[in-house]
């Protein structure tokens, strides 16, 4: 058990070949953050961006580019004690890559995150 609360990154696929894939990415994301809500930490779900994805494409007619979201997701991931990778993924593979870099815990579910 830890004794305060930490902030988990998830890591796992975002895009996929339709709408239903990228629904059901999200969802296998939220239902971590879920998880680790439970085990008293703190989640920040990247997947949640899809909010910000939707506005781009009504009001400029397509997505924001890729590099975009992996450029956001690694600015975040730098605040964040650990990370917990669902799945892989070019991005999940490259936030795998730069959260061993800065020497923080990386879980591959959420049975080996510690409780609070």
Same mark, same amino acid.
């Given at each position: 058990?830890?004794?305060?609360?930490?902030?988990?990154?998830?890591?796992?696929?975002?895009? *996929? @070949? +339709? %709408?239903?894939?990228?629904?059901?990415?999200? !969802?296998?994301?939220?239902?971590?953050?879920?998880? &680790?809500?439970?085990?008293?930490?703190?989640?920040?779900?990247?997947?949640?961006?899809?909010?910000?994805?939707?506005?781009?494409?009504?009001?400029?007619?397509?997505? *924001? @580019? +890729? %590099?975009?979201?992996?450029?956001?997701?690694? !600015?975040?991931?730098?605040?964040?004690?650990?990370? &917990?990778r669902i799945a892989p993924s070019p991005?999940?593979?490259r936030e795998l890559e730069r959260a061993?870099?800065?020497?923080?815990?990386?879980?591959?579910?959420?049975?080996?995150?510690?409780?609070?």
């Amino acid at each position: 058990m830890r004794e305060e609360r930490m902030i988990v990154f998830v890591a796992g696929p975002y895009t *996929a @070949p +339709d %709408d239903d894939g990228i629904a059901a990415n999200v !969802a296998a994301a939220c239902a971590a953050g879920k998880a &680790l809500l439970e085990k008293g930490h703190w989640p920040f779900i990247p997947h949640l961006t899809v909010a910000y994805d939707i506005w781009h494409e009504n009001e400029y007619g397509e997505r *924001a @580019p +890729d %590099d975009l979201y992996y450029d956001w997701d690694l !600015a975040m991931l730098e605040r964040c004690d650990g990370l &917990l990778r669902i799945a892989p993924s070019p991005g999940a593979d490259r936030e795998l890559e730069r959260a061993r870099e800065l020497g923080m815990p990386v879980w591959t579910s959420v049975e080996g995150v510690p409780g609070v």
